[in-house]
T-cell receptor
Framework: EAGVAQSPRYKIIEKRQSVAFWCNPISGHATLYWYQQILGQGPKLLIQFQNNGVVDDSQLPKDRFSAERLKGVDSTLKIQPAKLEDSAVYLC??????????????FGEGSRLTVL | GNSVTQMEGPVTLSEEAFLTINCTYTATGYPSLFWYVQYPGEGLQLLLKATKADDKGSNKGFEATYRKETTSFHLEKGSVQVSDSAVYFCALIIQGAQKLVFGQGTRLTINP
């Protein structure tokens, strides 16, 4: 079974530029998550989708971050304009359904962003 | 709010040593508790879990017991191997909620 696919693996941009990350979850997984992991910290949830609807985006900086999950399958996370503090690894994860009864998320390898 | 605190890293041990990584939590409801592991070059993966007080989760020789009285979920292994070198994350989720909350992670290095 294929895992969660993310691209690009690495991206270096100047501040105020824009960047987009792509995620393809495990086939059949209804729930998709984007986490931000800053160096030395644990992952922080940015946004959660159930199929193509948003369940939780309370910690997404909506003035510069946006995400979509068209057709309830793959997803794109965009940052525009980027700031220095956005340097982090962006993790995509998926799960078959509701998280709370299993707690098991399947993570991709992440996309490392460096903002100069 | 809900949060997880792990012991500061990095932790360096010799092969076959005993391992403990401390984890304590604060939760407004009744959490389920988890340990995730991130091996070099790989994505995070679930190591073990416990869903109620006094439950013990175990996998790959690792164990953790859900202690409600001390709000803890310490990870232990009796004899570590070089292949256990990784970053370990403690996490919780509140029953009925959908957000997994992570600790800051503890980097473990095992020397041969």
């Amino acid at each position: 079974e294929a895992g969660v696919a993310q691209s690009p693996r690495y991206k270096i941009i100047e501040k105020r530029q824009s960047v987009a990350f792509w995620c393809n979850p495990i086939s059949g997984h209804a729930t998709l998550y984007w986490y931000q992991q800053i160096l030395g910290q644990g992952p922080k949830l940015l946004i959660q989708f159930q199929n193509n609807g948003v369940v939780d985006d309370s910690q997404l900086p909506k003035d510069r971050f946006s995400a979509e999950r068209l057709k309830g399958v793959d997803s794109t996370l965009k940052i525009q304009p980027a700031k220095l503090e956005d340097s982090a690894v962006y993790l995509c994860a998926s799960s078959p359904g509701a998280t709370w009864n299993t707690g098991e998320l399947f993570f991709g390898e992440g996309s490392r962003l460096t903002v100069l | 709010g809900n949060s997880v605190t792990q012991m500061e890293g990095p932790v360096t041990l010799s092969e076959e040593a005993f391992l403990t990584i401390n984890c304590t939590y604060t939760a407004t409801g009744y959490p389920s508790l988890f340990w995730y592991v991130q091996y070099p070059g790989e994505g995070l993966q679930l190591l073990l879990k416990a869903t109620k007080a006094d439950d013990k989760g175990s996998n790959k020789g690792f164990e953790a017991t859900y202690r409600k009285e001390t709000t803890s979920f310490h990870l232990e292994k009796g004899s570590v191997q070089v292949s256990d070198s990784a970053v370990y994350f403690c996490a919780l989720i509140i029953q009925g909620a959908q957000k997994l909350v992570f600790g800051q992670g503890t980097r473990l290095t095992i020397n041969p």
